[in-house]
């Protein structure tokens, strides 16, 4: 059986660090918020993307896993 971290191992490390939100807008005009609302969406697409990403790096890397042990576990005698 290989190691339960061995795929997590593959992420970054600054992953482990949220993203942080967008920073509150100084003024109090419509375009101020605007703003802040244009720069926030685009700080959850960074946090959606990265749980995409992650999600299919350890679902490849489990997959990989599988196919060497299904590999592994075949009779001796196939080596040849």
């Known amino acids: 059986m290989t190691a339960s971290s061995a795929c997590s191992a593959l992420l970054p490390d600054e992953w482990r ?5 967008a920073p ?5 005009t419509a375009g101020d918020w605007v ?3 244009d720069a926030q969406t ?3 697409d960074k946090a959606n993307d990265r749980t995409v990403t992650a999600i ?11 196919a ?3 590999a592994a576990r075949r009779p001796w ?3 040849w």
């Open 17 to 21: 660090a949220p993203i942080p939100g």
């Open 24 to 28: 509150l807008p100084d003024g109090d």
């Open 35 to 37: 703003q802040f609302a």
């Open 42 to 44: 685009a700080q959850l």
């Open 56 to 66: 299919g790096i350890v679902e490849r890397c489990e997959k990989r896993d599988a």
């Open 68 to 70: 060497a042990i299904a």
């Open 77 to 79: 005698w196939r080596i």
